[in-house]
């Protein structure tokens, strides 16, 4: 007949007296079964003592430390054969699944945890940007200048960042002929400041002399000076400025609506807007933008006026 030895690791926690108690009735019961057995092993080899690298695995208890016992029992002779072959199949599968775990990659490893993709250096190149043109003749302002800052700052792009420059670059042409609805065009002010400069000499030709006087005649004062001195605030209306100079009414509803800052000052580069219906930019084959499905109300016909 043959001995075996059966290590018991205790719980790593404080023992009752209960506990204490089926434990020395547990190994006296062991005893007792030992001595009674023949050709058992002698009393003296029923408790071996552990090894180090089994004392390193038992946790330290609060007051008191835990160690585990080493039972030696008797294994009959008629006992069924144990298939060493099976127990070695299964620590080899055991290792190579711990082998397969270690080596197995976690998809949270393959990102850096940036989902949304920021925009490089390159996709800020002039080479990278498209040139659209705009009809503006019977368009209306606030509508056509909407569209135009999308345009420029790359919001109708899907990898659009408001800290970058991915936009286009935008050509308005007729920009005379863009609406307005309702008393705008006589209620609607625009403010301006001179250079502030006395004596500040102006050079203009007897031609130039002529059509300016001829034109505040007609207009009736395009520029009213609200205080009389050099450097004041100039007011004018929209059909004033509209005749004098057409192509800002365009670029201050565009700029208002651009973002205040470097950024902003260089977006408003990329805006070019001319007065009739030609521009100098045809070698950039611009794209005509066409205001049609959802921009479809900035092309419709406006009110003037109340009814």
């Given at each position: 007949m043959a001995t075996?030895?059966?290590?018991?690791?205790?719980?790593?926690?404080?023992?009752?007296?209960?506990?204490?108690?089926s434990g020395v009735l547990a190994g006296a019961a062991v005893v007792m079964v030992g001595l009674f057995i023949k050709d058992a092993a002698p009393a003296t080899q029923l408790f071996a003592v552990p090894t180090t690298a089994a004392m390193t695995r038992i946790p330290m208890a609060t007051g008191m430390q835990q160690r585990p016992s080493v039972v030696t029992y008797a294994i009959p002779d008629d006992a069924p054969p144990v298939d060493e072959a099976a127990i070695a199949e299964e620590a080899a599968e055991a290792v190579i699944e711990e082998e397969e775990e270690e080596e197995r990659v976690n998809p949270k490893d393959l990102f850096d945890g940036q989902k949304t993709y920021y925009p490089k250096l390159a996709d800020t190149q002039a080479d990278k940007k498209l040139w659209y043109a705009i009809?503006?003749?019977?368009?209306?302002?606030?509508?056509?200048?909407?569209?135009?800052?999308?345009?420029?700052?790359?919001?109708?792009?899907?990898?659009?960042?408001?800290?970058?420059?991915?936009?286009?670059?935008?050509?308005?042409?007729?920009?005379?002929?863009?609406?307005?609805?309702?008393?705008?065009?006589?209620?609607?002010?625009?403010?301006?400041?001179?250079?502030?400069?006395?004596?500040?000499?102006?050079?203009?030709?007897?031609?130039?002399?002529?059509?300016?006087e001829r034109q505040q005649e007609d207009t009736e004062a395009v520029q009213k000076d609200t205080t009389g001195r050099p450097g004041s605030m100039k007011v004018e209306t929209f059909d004033q400025l509209q005749a004098r100079v057409p192509e800002r009414i365009v670029e201050q509803a565009v700029k208002g609506m651009l973002p205040k800052g470097i950024l902003g000052r260089q977006l408003f580069r990329h805006l070019k807007v001319y007065k009739g219906p030609e521009h100098p930019h045809a070698a950039q084959n611009p794209i005509e933008f066409k205001f049609e499905g959802k921009l479809a109300k900035a092309a419709e016909p406006v009110t003037r006026g109340r009814p």
């Open positions: 075996a030895q059966l290590y018991v690791e205790a719980p790593a926690k404080r023992m009752s007296l209960a506990c204490v108690a009809d503006a003749t019977d368009l209306r302002l606030g509508r056509m200048a909407t569209e135009i800052a999308r345009i420029l700052r790359g919001s109708n792009k899907p990898m659009y960042h408001p800290a970058m420059d991915i936009g286009d670059y935008v050509i308005v042409y007729n920009a005379e002929k863009v609406a307005v609805s309702g008393n705008k065009r006589t209620q609607k002010l625009y403010r301006r400041h001179t250079t502030g400069r006395p004596g500040s000499m102006k050079v203009e030709t007897f031609d130039q002399l002529q059509a300016r």
